[in-house]
């Protein structure tokens, strides 16, 4: 599924300012993995790879010959970690800073690293919202989640947050995360493939990133598993007032037949809803 996210209003890039070049990594790295070099051509908003794990060695100080105050305070997501029973962090802007530095990146614009952050935040949250949807709809179960899916998407998204019975879903959580810039998904693969083939329909440009999310499901009666999620990041054409757009393709990925049967489920339901008359039926009621 794509979600259309605008970030918030310190908009980014800021005027009058130009990004470091990317080499396609986040400076800031992951706790399960290296820091990746790429060969490929740069990507402006390579550098917001959403969700890197903040490690402690990176310093809250400022840095030789930095000129602009940043802040140091760092923002609790909205997401729960899998090992503890508090929340992931993000980087302060100064900590950003630093680690843009420890990676090369030395001409950094000082007065964008708040804004940078901003988004890197923003698309965190909106990656997660997508996710516990996700699992709104399937942790229960595959008969639980079709009478979500046959809704459509938007009478499903409408109920968000009811329980239909006695038992709430447990909200998942975060047990780890990847970052996977250099290797392109299966579906984004295919839609390139696909828009050199029908460039008017299905053109556009790859994704400027890719992650994988593994989530603690927790379904009543089981005990707890693991379930990975794939994130494509694409960016799309800036608002009319500068703005710019991000679209976040999250899914389960198919490392197991039931999360290929989830994926049929939500885009079959979809497609039955609207097949089926039953929006033109809502419309008129």
Known sequence: M???????SSSFPPKNTSLPPSDGTC???APNGPLISSSS???????????????????QSRAENQTVELPLQRTTSSIPRGDTDSNWEYPSPQQMY???LRKGYTDTPQDAVESMVAVHNF????AWAEIVEWERRFAKG?????????RGEEGSTAGAGTVEDDEEVIPPRLLRFMGRPKDMTPKASILQMMGRIYPAKFGGEPPFDRHDWFVQRQTP?????EVRYV??????PPEPTGEPVFYLDVRPAVDRPSAAIERMMRWGGDVWHRASGAKAREGAS
């Open 2 to 8: 794509h979600a259309a996210t605008n970030p918030p």
């Open 27 to 29: 400076p800031v790295g």
């Open 41 to 59: 051509p740069p990507s402006t908003l390579s550098k917001l790879n959403p969700l890197n794990y903040m490690p402690s060695n990176i310093s």
């Open 98 to 100: 630093n680690a843009m």
């Open 123 to 126: 698309l965190n949250e909106g």
């Open 142 to 150: 595959f008969s639980r989640g079709w009478q979500e899916c046959k």
């Open 221 to 225: 009666g089981a005990p707890p598993r």
């Open 231 to 236: 994130i494509d990041y694409y960016s799309g």
